[in-house]
């Protein structure tokens, strides 16, 4: 959803989380430029990071928490929802197999958890290609939700401004 200025000009968004067709909680006001931002940091990290996390699966940012929205009334209170997303080292069985013994690997995830206006939460968890595909999702969202311009020499928006710099038109 389109946060607009005092003309009335879109220039950022707030997140609309719906669950089955229905509008579960709003978080996140202003908040296109931070996932743009975040869009490169997982783009960034999945083409580094060899040595300490030899699957790709397992590269993000090195923030444990990537990022928390909410919902905060004019007067500052925290209502109608909440999207959050943090990372957490898990250990994985491998099983062996033909006399071989099997052995523990650390992965790390992306804990994406949703909470609703009602209080009733939901959580996935993803993968570094995963969240970087959803990531990816939301920006192009917004940036369709703000009519962002794909030409031009200065961006319209924050959030054009941040894929500019993330090398994307």
Known sequence: MACRDSIGSPYEVTLELHRDGALYGTVGERCGWFLARLARGVAEARVGQQEQWPDPDDRFPEDDELFTFRYRTRK???????????????????????????????????????????????????????????????????????????SGNSPRTPIEGARRSLGRR
Do not use: H, N, Y
């Open 76 to 150: 500052g209170i925290v209502s109608g929802g909440e999207l959050r997303c943090q990372l957490r080292t898990i250990p994985i069985w491998i099983p062996g197999g033909r006399g071989r013994p099997g052995e523990w690997r650390l992965a790390r995830r992306a804990f994406l958890e949703a909470w609703g206006r009602g209080g009733v939460g939901m959580r996935a968890v993803l993968t570094s290609p995963e969240l970087g595909a959803f990531v990816d999702g939301l920006v192009a969202e917004a940036e369709e939700c703000l009519g962002a311009q794909k």
